[in-house]
């Protein structure tokens, strides 16, 4: 590990027809490939100056490292490089419109990053005397107040760290609610076709058995189903809404009730709150239980696949259920409800779902968000991302298959499908054409009750003037599918990498990178 | 609103395209009941940049920052020095405002970071492979249990008394569930560990055992003997680190043969942030990838033939695999994993081995000026940064005493313990290179005047 990438690897220049030229390197001018940290780094170098240790004997009880770990280190400037040079190979949403539906990727409001960042928040830790960390805990109950009050639930369990975690929270309370009734013998939870398929792993994780509830042609749950299957061995149902279709749940309240009279909770999977923030609260529809991707509706970043934080907002029939700890006003203080004080007035918790106190980071830039908006912008934000997608619904219709155009306006996202393309294309191409063109490629082939699915979420930071050329974008791609340009079928051509062979990494999985001299030795 | 571009223009516009007459018309399908005429009431309207600014900033201000302050908190959070450049390399907007990379023609520098990362995590565990990471350390713990379960059929797992109460709180919770039997104890406040009854407890129902390395007390046990008495029964080994640092200067719990090691990566490049987002280590044996929970990086080839990378293996998942997926999450912790590996690349194994050399000297010369105070003992024999002092009298008050003098004394037993009595004058002490002489020294005699 201790030359300039001992493996030989040299990233291969494609013969991209006539007239092109290959480099020595690899790049093209601003395209620049990067080696891996293994091959470029030295377990000798570091980037990093450390006091020397004092001079006392070691306690490490015969333990001591003997053998190297193989970590290569990288100088400052070197590492610099070498991770700016990985981003310029992302696409990102500072970068342009990121389509991607049921996922929410709006603009991330650099002042969030700002207020996380202050040490009074990010220099705190987790088990600091309660007396020193009330500002924490303030942050926490302020949060919580707006998302009981902009969903209109009762309370709120901050801890769970992400949206299919905040599920897992909400089942939890719903089973230990029945348990509680005596009546934790029920074992099913339906769940509609077009869920998530966090919801499924959900349920089956708590032990539930899933069933599904069948959609109507129009995009929506058949309600008539679901009450021919209700019955008292269902603990519940999982409904996404507005669902992944696109489309509200008109019938919510209905479904509710029909849940209710049976005995069994309503989840509701809160991905597209998005849609209705400010504008309708799910307490008003029935709900029990609903996690928020604060990742999602309100502006954490993704980070490349996280971290997220999944609140759950909870009706009054399972707050008592909800999981430690929690933050309590009393008085004039905020106290830390947790194992310790539950007993005295919130015995019937589930328990705890994670160490410590939940997703801080990630409560201190969801605050910020919405005090930014406050409750006149979140309405706003609703109305806007509702607009963006019909808008481009409307716009698209005419080239692509919509298979719900006719079921009403859409909520935040867009629906098409892959129906009308010619033999051998599909919505994959559509997607790489797109990403030949700049863009992120919408959700594909979910959900999966549409063939060849394509859900398109704008949200409400793009400007009509980028949806447009967006529109233009999705129109080219789609014609040429339509005309049969062979071309699509293997883009993205302009890509940092062409499509990539998912098959072999799946069949032989090389998970680690290991060096290849001492590899083939082993050979 | 600053962060919406459309104007009323504009909106008009796109109504007219749509054919609506006003965005309620948008809004027809929700049910008259569930309209609410206007702004939520009781709620502030928008605001000001600025006037954010002051807001946040008067409740961070509430708060002891652990940097202004002499600090000796750790029990699974550990304060330590994070260079300037990782924090500016994670705000790269190509990295924070990506998404997960399931279109990896656009995503490369994501997946190069997270192939990267498994591998550092692999080789710093000592396991085979490592995955992209979990939500945090007590959560992978839980899906250590689970997978464990999965892989043996039994559904008893050992959970040692050293490991973190929130953890062990954290498998009792989803225990309750899944039907698994969890056997626990309190840790003892003595140098002993608890590795002895650990190995007489293994049975053939055994699944696992999960023993954390060095435990919440901060003592270090060699896991080989239980690793071998473990699989002499067919169960596996768990291995727990809550202190990555560690393991520049320990064994690593593979090499013990642990079969699945997982961690907490916080006190890498990720900072304290009052407990969270943190990101959950897992690595394994090879043969147990197919019953790991959560994403998996790997690498490929593309048309051309160049070398890329996807996420893989992806049959596991929810969104593949839905009901029978081998666990329910989905987002994972991916900026958190990117700040550690960057922090590590930046550290080198030379960089890694004098930080964890300088955590444990100082921590050594802390133990030892600590138990000079009157009344004080070092319960440890061995520990790493992290170690338990025996007061003469209950932690807890002592711990407050000292925070309103402005010292963040360290983790009393009480917090975590608050039923166990033996445990209540136990004080644990964290020492990193955050750590000054005179934050020692300022320690020590505020514990010699608060316990006089």
Redesign the interface.
Known sequence: MNSINQSGWRPTTPEAGEGSTSTFTGNRALMLEEALIFEIGSTSTTGVEVAEPAKVGSRLGGLARTVPIGLPGLSEPEAVRHYTRLSRQNYAIDLGLFPLGSCTMKHNPRLNEKMARLPGFADVHPLQPVDTVQGAFEVIHQLAHWLVTLTGMHSVAMSPKAGAHGELCGILAIKAALEAKGEGHRKVILVPESAHGTNPATAAFAGYSVEDIPATADGRVDVAALKARLGPDVAGVMITNPNTCGLFEREMRTISDAVHAVGGYVYCDGANFNAIVGRVRPGDLGVDAMHINLHKTFSTPHGGGGPGAGPVVFSEALTPFAPLPFVEKQGDHFALVEEETAGEHHGKSFGRMVAFNGQMGMFTRALTYILSHGADGLRQVAEDSVLNANYVLRSLEDTLDAPFAASGPCMHEAIFSDEGLPEGFSTIDIAKGLIDEGYHPMTMYFPLVVHGAMLVEPTETESKAALDQFIGALRSVAERAKAGDESLRSAPHFAPRRRLDETLAARKPVLVWKDPELAQAAE | ???????QS??E???A????KT?D???????A????D??????????S?L???R??????????????AP?F?G???Y?HHV?A?V???????????????Y????????L??L??F???V???LGT???N??M?????ACWEAIGMARRITKRGKAILSGGL?P??V??A??MA????DHLETSLPALSAETDIDSLIAAIDDNTSCVVVQYPDILG????LRPLADAAHARKALLIAVVTEPVA??????PG?MDADIVVG?GQSIGV???????Y?GLMGCKEKY?RQMPG????????????????L????R?????????T??????????A?AFS?H????????????A??N???A??A??RLAKVPGVELV?????NEFTLKLPKEARPV??TL??QGI?AG?SLG??Y??ATGLANGLVVAVT?TTTLEDVETLASALEEALA
Not at chain 2, 1 to 7: A, D, E, G, Q, V
Not at chain 2, 380 to 384: A, H, K, Q, V
């Open positions: 609103m600053r962060y919406l571009p459309l104007t504009d909106r516009a796109m109504l395209t749509i054919g609506a965005i018309d948008l809004f027809v399908d929700v049910p009941v569930a309209q609410l206007g702004p939520i009431r009781d709620l502030p309207m928008h605001a940049e006037a954010v600014e807001h946040m900033t008067a409740l961070a201000r509430k708060n002891l920052a652990a940097g202004e600090f908190l029990c699974g959070a304060r260079p450049s924090d500016h390399l994670i705000q790269r907007g190509e990295f924070l405002t990506a998404y997960t990379p279109q990896p023609e656009i995503a490369q520098g994501t190069q970071m192939f990267e498994q591998t550092q692999a080789r710093l085979d492979v490592a992209a990471s939500y945090d350390g007590s959560t973190h929130h953890y709180s954290v009792k919770t309750k569930y899944t039907g003592r270090i046990a060699d393991l520049g200067a320990l064994k690593s090499e907490e900072g304290l942030q009052f407990g969270g987002p990101v990838i994403r998996f990086c790997g690498e490929t080839v593309d048309a051309e033939g160049k070398r890329g990378f996807v893989t293996l992806s049959t998942e929810q969104h593949i695999r839905r009901e029978k997926a666990s329910n999450i989905c987002t994972n912790s991916g900026l958190c990117l960057i590590m690349t930046l550290l080198g194994e030379a960089g890694l081995r004098a930080l050399a300088t444990h000297a100082g050594v010369a133990a030892e440890n024999d061995s520990f790493f711990v407050r925070a309103d963040l983790v917090r975590l608050p039923d290179e």
